[in-house]
């Protein structure tokens, strides 16, 4: 089990959750990879420890798709007013290498963002018994839905070969 | 043969386990350093903004202690709750010894330092301006 920290005024801010759920998904911060450098300039000099903290490379036991992702709800916002982040906080994190700008939070996920969870996450239905049965919804890495074909030949794959899952192992949703 | 078969599946199984443990135990490890401070918490409440992912633009109505580490320039302003075993009564002019825990890498979105309280030194009520 994961806990997840939230303050109660993010009510108001779904990104900030959403990108918390992700790092419990296993997402770490997009200026956090190892080609950042050729993205984004970290303005090192306005950075606490705490703040060069979170901006530190992840090289090793990592997982990353495609170029860097503005649009990333894993990027942060180029500003922030945290004193315990930033030295002065009407300067910068980092910026943009290519043209200097600042870089705004995805609001939500991001095709790329999606495409991560996807290749990791499957969706199951609850079941009492062992048997791994798929949800109607499958999301293949590049973000189309799987064929009800596809999703069989994969739930078989996930069971010894059976595409049929025993009846009556459901548990009932009463959400 | 098939008792050498076994035994030497048995052997690889095993050593295979090892391996996959200590590699689990190195990648995942994260390291700490501890040393001890004297703050200085003022009586009065401060109040500060969130750190990111929150919005620029988030409240910075978020109440804080606002402490001098002995030796230490800056200011320090630490959420109620980041002291583990203290209570901020505001009004009040705190000396604690602490105990500082820096972890790297960092927890997301959180802090390389945490804090526990050893010894409440002294604890009095506020007549002035801190």
Redesign the interface.
């Known amino acids: 089990m994961q806990k997840i920290n939230l303050?109660d005024?993010?009510q108001y801010?779904p990104?900030?959750i959403i990108?918390?759920i992700c790092?419990a998904l296993g997402m770490?911060?997009e200026a956090e990879r190892p080609d950042r450098d050729n993205y984004v300039i970290i303005n090192s000099s306005n950075l606490t420890?705490?703040g060069q903290?979170?901006f530190?490379k992840i090289t090793?036991?990592y997982y990353m798709l495609g170029a860097y992702d503005f649009t990333s709800v894993m990027g942060?916002?180029s500003?922030?007013?945290?004193?315990?982040?930033v030295y002065n906080?009407s300067l910068p994190?980092y910026t943009r290498k290519d043209n200097g700008q600042s870089i705004s939070?995805g609001y939500d996920l991001s095709t790329l963002d999606k495409s991560w969870i996807n290749t990791f996450y499957i969706p199951y239905i609850a079941r009492s018994d062992t048997y791994a049965e798929l949800d109607n919804t499958v999301y293949k890495p590049d973000g189309t839905i799987m064929t009800s074909q596809e999703r069989l030949q994969l739930q078989a794959q996930l069971n010894n070969g059976n595409p049929n899952p025993p009846a009556g192992g459901r548990i009932q949703n009463n959400f | 043969m098939m008792q050498a078969n076994f035994i030497y599946g048995k052997t690889v199984f095993m050593w295979t386990f090892i391996a996959i443990s200590v590699f689990l135990a190195f990648?995942c490890k994260k390291n700490t350093d501890e040393k001890t401070a004297i703050f200085n918490v003022g009586p009065q409440l401060a109040y500060?903004?969130?750190?990111?992912?929150?919005?620029?633009?988030?409240?910075?109505n978020?109440p804080a202690m606002k402490i001098v580490e002995n030796g230490v320039k800056d200011t320090l302003?630490l959420t109620l709750d980041r002291i583990s075993g203290f209570t901020y009564t505001e009004g009040y002019t705190y000396v604690l010894k602490v105990k500082i825990t820096i972890t790297?890498?960092?927890p997301?979105?959180g802090?390389?330092?945490s804090y526990a309280l050893i010894q409440e030194v002294s604890k009095s009520l506020n007549k002035g301006n801190y």
């Open positions: 303050a005024f993010v801010q990104n900030t990108h918390e790092h770490f911060h420890s705490s903290a979170q530190s090793q036991n942060y916002s500003y922030t007013s945290s004193t315990s982040i906080t994190m939070q | 990648s500060i903004a969130p750190r990111p992912p929150a919005s620029p633009s988030s409240p910075t978020i302003y790297t890498p960092a997301v979105d802090d390389i330092y």
